[in-house]
């Protein structure tokens, strides 16, 4: 069993950056594929990036590419999702999820899911 919590959102110019944070419990998180998901009002949950157990592998949605960095540190059960230069369109509902295997990219294949924190960017 996996818990996961979100924490890092609020409310952020248009240009300006924040980073998210995903605290995981249990002793086996390391053995999880971690990934973040978006969601904005009335859409679909998007995938936005995920990392493999050993965080030497990475996967950005192409929307993110080159502005956001997800990293993990698995001596402390966390994973991180660093957003720089957001846009208006980032604004949405971020989770965290975990999966038993070396992607977490699609929802399908998510064993554990965080209950979210929101980001809003103005413009």
């Known amino acids: 069993q996996v818990q996961l919590v979100e924490s890092g959102g609020g409310l952020v110019q248009a240009g300006g950056s924040l980073r998210l944070s995903c605290a995981g419990s249990g002793r086996t998180f390391s053995a999880y594929a971690m990934g973040w998901f978006r969601q904005a009002p009335g859409k679909e949950r998007d995938f936005v990036a995920t990392?493999?157990?050993?965080?030497?592998?990475?996967v950005y949605a192409d929307s993110v590419k080159g502005r956001f960095t997800i990293s993990r540190d698995n001596a402390k059960n966390t994973v991180y999702l660093q957003m720089n230069s957001l846009k208006p369109e980032d604004t949405a509902a971020y989770y965290c999820?975990?999966?038993?295997?070396?992607?977490?990219?699609?929802?399908?294949?998510?064993?554990?899911w965080g209950q979210g924190t929101q980001v809003t960017v103005s413009s």
């Open positions: 999820a975990a999966a038993l295997g070396t992607t977490a990219q699609a929802p399908g294949v998510i064993d554990y």
């Open positions: 990392i493999s157990w050993s965080g030497r592998r990475t």
